[in-house]
């Protein structure tokens, strides 16, 4: 692809081409399988869906075309999965279960594990939350002492409650404790996979439970490097917003002794889509060395006029007694689905350790037209 030429949508995942790998894969496993009855229904309106309306759609035709019970239905699922070009196609396969094994718990738990290797379960295990709570996490408490990393991530990223491109499950937001035992079983957990799991799952409660995740941490073997490094990822959105008992936690809650020397931001003018380029210096005023947590912060200009703040990482560092430590960050201003911009003068801030300890800024200069 030319570096000029623009990524093709994610929803592409599920194009015409994987369809007919879909079908070509089903037949091989399946070949009474009706691969023509299929792809007429799947690639219908294809244009128009999203991708989790697309995953959605390639289960709905599987079962539309199989005409199978639904335990016939899964052996054929089960031959079909390994065959699959791609983790995230496969994750219509549990979606098939969620849809159509709602009254079958048990082998609806036992396909999920073994689906979940292929791909992800996470989406579809929600809906045996939402509606069987209680014999869900209870199934997920023991597939976090599953063997397989897969599957013990499975338990922690299933049970999220805010749980990216899916709905909230809005028992275990009003209630982390409902999952708190998966969470303990998978605090020193060996996979980076699984940690980045229940660090996302944790970072999640803090948007509602701030001080539930921070008495659950501080009570950790935070010796652990396993342990500690969920916690530092756990808290990273109350370490943007300079909690002090999270800076503490990552040994970074004293007062930062620094001063931040030629903060500046180049160009000082940019239009939409351009770069800048954010730099200074921090120097420490004191002789002992400090835990220091340094981030930055933009003031978004908001179509009233008003601003909001958007806090991006930059550097967690120990700096020596009277050391310095140049930092350099670069950033494309272009639009994002989840935010847009607009001209004005865009204030820039230093913080560190929470503290904010110097600014500067950069104008969005309107298109002409």
């Known amino acids: 692809m030319a570096a000029d030429q623009p990524s093709p949508a994610l929803k592409e995942i599920f194009n015409a081409e994987r369809l007919t790998h879909i079908a070509t894969e089903m037949t091989a496993v399946y070949p009474a399988f009706n691969a023509e009855a299929f792809l007429t229904m ?5 244009a128009q869906l999203s991708i989790m309306q697309r995953m959605a759609r390639v289960s709905e035709c599987l079962h539309a075309v199989l005409s199978l019970s ?24 549990p979606h098939y279960v969620a849809t159509y094994g709602a009254d079958r718990f048990e082998r609806s738990m036992d396909a999920l594990k073994y689906f979940t290797t292929f791909g992800s379960s996470e989406f579809a295990v929600r809906h045996f939350l939402r509606s069987d709570l209680e014999p869900t996490l209870a199934q997920m408490h023991h597939w976090s002492q599953d063997a397989n990393e897969h599957v013990r991530r499975l338990a922690s990223e299933g ?39 229940v660090a996302n799952h944790l970072n999640d409660i803090t948007k509602d439970h701030p001080d539930w995740v921070l008495d659950l941490i501080e009570g950790w073997p935070l010796e ?12 990273r959105s109350l370490i943007k917003q300079g909690n002090q008992r999270a800076l503490a ?35 420490s005023t004191v002789p002992d060395s400090q835990r220091l947590v340094i981030d930055y912060a933009i003031d978004y200009v908001k179509a009233n006029g008003s601003s909001s703040a958007k806090v991006f990482k930059l550097k967690a560092l120990t700096l020596p007694g009277k050391g310095t430590e140049f930092i350099a960050r670069g950033q494309h201003i272009k639009e994002l689905t989840t ?13 560190v350790n929470g503290e904010r300890l110097a600014s500067t800024g950069f104008e969005i200069i309107a298109d002409v037209d």
């Open 42 to 46: 799947a690639n219908e309106g294809l």
């Open 70 to 93: 639904f335990e016939e239905s899964l052996e054929v699922l089960y031959a079909l999965a390994p065959r699959l070009n791609s983790g995230f196609v496969s994750i219509s396969l």
């Open 159 to 197: 049970s999220r409650p805010r749980l990216p491109w899916s709905f909230r499950l809005e028992r275990i937001q009003a209630d982390p404790t409902l999952a708190a035992a998966i969470l303990d079983n998978l605090k020193a957990d060996a996979s980076p996979y699984v940690r980045k799991s």
């Open 224 to 235: 652990n490097k396993h342990t500690a490094w969920i916690a530092r990822h756990a808290l």
């Open 249 to 283: 936690i990552i040994g970074a809650g004293g007062k930062p002794e620094v001063e931040i020397i030629g903060v500046k931001v180049e160009p000082a003018e940019i239009r939409l889509g351009e770069k800048i380029s954010l730099s200074f210096t921090v120097k």
């Open 339 to 351: 935010r847009r911009h607009y001209a004005g003068r865009h204030a820039v801030h230093i913080l």
